[in-house]
């Protein structure tokens, strides 16, 4: 998938496990986790919202396009 999630990225840099951020954004931790593996096919506008607002940081931060080879 040309769209990769630097989820894990953005959460080191913010020194914010999984739990924690799970219970912020109020969402569970097996679909945290699915995002945040780059396994997700698709997020909702108001879970990215939550994250950034969680995070302060920018869509952009989080999710990435990478060209495929």
Do not use: H
């Amino acid at each position: 998938m040309p769209i990769k999630v630097n989820l894990d990225v953005v959460m080191a840099q913010r020194k914010i496990g999984l739990t924690e951020l799970a219970k912020e954004v109020d969402i569970t931790m097996a679909n945290l986790s699915i995002l945040k593996n780059n396994k997700a096919k698709a997020i909702r506008f108001s879970t990215l919202e939550n994250i950034c607002k969680a995070l302060n940081c920018q869509p952009g931060d989080i999710l990435e396009f990478v060209e495929e080879q």
